[in-house]
């Protein structure tokens, strides 16, 4: 829409002119000026710039909807606008059915929690026939850190759907399915992201994973720069988003953790005020999750994997939908899996916490090598 | 008055100018024909500037018995205009307390806090609490909700809608035939049906719908809350050229300023968060910066506080700074009642 073309809008003729001559030529272009600007700019009134800027802002603004047209909507095409079912009952029953199409989700967890674990899973399911409970897509898998393992996938799948795996052929045609894309560096990435966006509708795909986008991201950069207002990473922000929603496909993304410096008490200059200055509880994590708070308002549905108390924990940080849950977990031969379905309520600061407790007792006890 | 002040084109103003026709006196005894040989320009574009030059003079003398200058009115009856303010509930009474009954019409209120603390349910409670009709102490009308970050999920404004319903109920005792009246009218499907959803997908498009909000609301006379969820999402990316994010930012707030007084309407920025240094140690603030800052009547900030969900009112003109607990719960926004566990949803 912000492209549009000033010529085809059906302005007053010596109106187009004018700002064709100025090369005024997109909405964009037109209304990045104030009113004041395109005066001097076209050396015209301001009743008449008025009336342009509001004739173009029409065009431009996207169609208004009832929330009673989206929902009528929504339940029309359930098989288009649905989730992808992740296999954990718990989990899927929280997000009313998976990760939702058309929306980013998040993961975030330490080393070796189980994020890989979760999202070659994830691709298994996305290729899977409908069924099995899959959406018969292809995959693009995005591995940034170079951890993708076919081993692994078929390990996954010719446990949790022998059915499926143990047919001659099938196998192949499943892990035909899932193409990975290893690129090394960001300007890499960015290029094979813009030539996604095409193939996405061209060819099935139904399921976007980038495992992770933190490994491109220089750590030093966001120290340095995160006073500045512009993130690095905004560009891949905005982008993945429209891509997400343009395609109607779920996008999975995987993020790091880094260590919370001493002197990083976030909190607001009121709070300082009013509280005497005791360091809030930390609740034994020196951990936060990588690329910053920007990123974090920029994705809908965020889930953590952390481990305390001896468990590992798969978290429901951030969501539209559901309340804040954890549900403890194990990764087992045929993926993570949940021991309990039902979900324990999460409170206050533990929700954005990301602990990695009593983390080498879980290693040995891994069951896959 | 001044010839530079009209809204001219500047080379229009500037043959004027040349010619000395340099304030409204020299302008108001000329004649057309006359004025169109001494700018050597056409008859139709002397009457035009004649035409402009005439309006702001009526414009200048149009003033009220009572008042000195033109459209300015008394503090007293400012005050009696406040007094018919009406507020748009939040469901939880504890905040509306503190903000003085609710979100203020014809004010515009920033609401930011960190991701996760319920900015997108409360902007979608106040969009459905804005249409309690006005004999259960609501205000009837109808809400635009742009939504700039693809958050606002429809199934969950339904239940929130129905749960609204239920409670208006509960809280009402009814004749029987009144019950069955309002009943068909209070519908979460009629509510959902109220809510103008736009999905903006670039700050292009942002700039667009602003402008275009004037007239979508003169169309739709009983809007009467426009929540942008949020202001801060396209205006953090995509942009080298600070000074003109800064010069964007600020015609929006004006403009939206002049429609939250034109239509006495709300108008409800929700805000990101972001990290900022004061003498050398980080903390939080509300993003877009300072200059950002000056643009909103009011700033509530939604913070943690130990486990529960607060909000702070960092800035206003007329209330005081205070803090009140919230939650966020299956039915929406409501009081923080101790020990009261969120329901899951089923």
Redesign the interface.
């Given at each position: 829409?912000?492209n549009k073309l000033i010529a085809q809008m059906g302005l007053h003729h010596s109106m187009a002119n004018v700002l064709a001559a100025r090369n005024v030529l997109t909405?964009?272009d037109a209304?990045?000026l104030?009113e004041f600007e395109l005066?001097?700019l076209?050396?015209?009134?301001?009743?008449e710039v008025e009336s342009a800027?509001?004739q173009?802002?029409?065009i431009?603004?996207?169609p208004?909807?009832?929330?009673?047209?989206?929902?009528e909507g929504?339940l029309q095409n359930k098989a288009q606008l649905g989730h992808l079912p992740t296999s954990l009952k718990g989990l899927d029953?929280?997000l009313?059915g998976g990760i939702p199409f058309?929306?980013v989700t998040e993961l975030v967890g330490p080393a070796g929690m189980g994020k890989t674990q979760f999202c070659l899973k994830l691709s298994i399911l996305a290729a899977l026939p409908i069924s099995h409970g899959g959406l018969n897509g292809r995959v693009v898998y995005i591995d940034t850190e170079g951890k993708f393992s076919s081993k692994r996938v078929m390990e996954i799948g010719a446990n949790s759907f022998p059915e499926v795996f143990c047919v001659a052929g099938k196998a192949q045609e499943m892990a035909g399915r899932i193409v990975v894309l290893q690129p090394a560096s960001l300007v890499e990435f960015t290029e094979s992201l813009q030539q996604i966006k095409l193939s996405l509708l061209q060819h099935q795909v139904k399921l976007l994973i980038i495992d992770s986008m933190a490994a491109l991201h220089p750590v030093e950069y966001e120290k340095d720069k995160?006073?500045m207002?512009?993130?690095p990473l905004?560009?891949h922000?905005?982008f993945l988003?429209?891509l997400?929603?343009f395609s109607q496909i779920p996008i999975v993304v995987t993020n790091q953790v880094r260590g919370l410096g001493n002197?990083?008490?976030?909190?607001?200059?009121?709070?300082?005020k009013?509280r005497d200055k005791k360091t809030p509880e930390r609740l034994g994590s020196n951990l936060t999750a990588a690329l910053?708070?920007?990123w974090?308002?920029?994705?809908?549905i965020?889930l953590v994997l952390e481990a305390y108390a001896g468990q590992r924990f798969l978290k429901v940080?951030?969501?539209?939908?559901?309340?804040?849950?954890a549900f403890p977990f194990e990764v087992t031969s045929a993926g993570l899996a949940l021991l309990k379905d039902d979900?324990i309520?999460v409170?206050?600061?533990?929700?954005?916490a990301i602990r990695c407790e009593g983390y080498t007792d879980l290693v040995g006890g891994q069951s896959f090598t | 008055m001044e010839i530079t002040t009209l809204?001219?084109?500047?080379?229009?103003r500037a043959k004027l100018l040349s010619a000395g026709y340099t304030s409204f006196a020299s302008l108001s005894a000329v004649s057309s024909s006359h004025l169109a040989r001494d700018l050597s320009i056409s008859d139709e574009e002397a009457v035009?500037i004649l035409k402009?030059t005439s309006q702001y003079n009526t414009l200048d003398r149009i003033d009220g018995s009572h008042s000195i200058l033109a459209g300015a009115q008394t503090a007293w009856d400012k005050l009696h205009e406040e007094k018919n303010l009406r507020h748009i509930t939040t469901s939880c009474e504890d905040l509306d307390a503190i903000l003085g009954g609710g979100i203020n019409c014809r004010e515009i209120t920033e609401i930011g806090g960190?991701?996760?603390i319920g900015k997108?349910?409360l902007g979608i409670q106040l969009?459905v609490n804005v249409q309690i009709p006005n004999d259960f102490g609501g205000l009837g009308g109808k809400a635009i909700?742009i939504d700039t970050?693809?958050?606002?999920?429809?199934?969950?404004?339904?239940q929130i809608a129905e749960a609204c319903i239920q409670d208006t109920f509960d809280n009402f005792v009814f004749h029987k035939n009144d019950y069955e009246a309002c009943q068909e009218k209070m519908q979460p499907?009629a509510f959902?049906?109220?809510?103008?959803?736009?999905?903006?997908?670039?700050?292009?498009?942002q700039?667009?719908?602003?402008?275009?909000l004037?007239?979508?609301i003169t169309e739709h006379k009983d809007v009467k809350v426009v929540i942008i969820d949020?202001i801060?999402?396209?205006f953090?990316?995509?942009?080298?050229d600070?000074a003109?994010r800064t010069?964007?930012l600020g015609?929006m707030a004006l403009k939206l300023m002049k429609l939250a007084q034109k239509y006495w309407l709300a108008v409800v920025l929700l805000n990101?968060?972001?990290?900022?240094?004061?003498e050398g140690?980080?903390?939080?603030?509300l993003?877009l910066?300072e200059s950002w800052a000056h643009a909103c009547t009011n700033r509530i900030?939604l913070?943690?506080?130990?486990?529960?969900r607060y909000a702070?009112i960092?800035k206003s003109p007329s209330l005081r700074?205070a803090?009140s607990p919230f939650s966020?719960t299956?039915k929406g926004i409501r009081c923080l009642v101790s020990n009261c566990?969120?329901i899951?949803?089923?």
């Open positions: 829409m912000a909405a964009k209304l990045s104030t005066m001097e076209l050396d015209v009134g301001l009743q800027v509001s173009i802002s029409e431009a603004c996207p208004c909807q009832t929330a009673l047209f989206l929902l929504r029953n929280a009313f058309g929306a995160r006073t207002g512009q993130h905004g560009w922000v905005s988003k429209s997400a929603e002197d990083e008490v976030v909190r607001y200059l009121f709070e300082a009013t910053g708070i920007h974090a308002h920029a994705v809908t965020r940080a951030k969501s539209p939908i559901s309340p804040p849950l979900g309520e409170m206050g600061p533990e929700i954005h | 809204p001219l084109s500047p080379s229009v035009a402009v960190v991701p996760g997108t349910q969009a909700y970050e693809g958050s606002f999920m429809v199934e969950r404004a339904f499907k959902l049906a109220n809510i103008f959803y736009f999905r903006i997908c670039s700050h292009t498009e700039v667009a719908v602003i402008n275009y004037d007239k979508f949020s801060t999402f396209h953090r990316q995509e942009f080298d600070l003109l010069r964007l015609g990101q968060v972001t990290t900022k240094v004061t140690s980080f903390h939080l603030s993003a910066g900030i913070y943690w506080n130990g486990n529960e702070h960092d700074s803090s966020v299956s566990k969120r899951k949803m089923m």
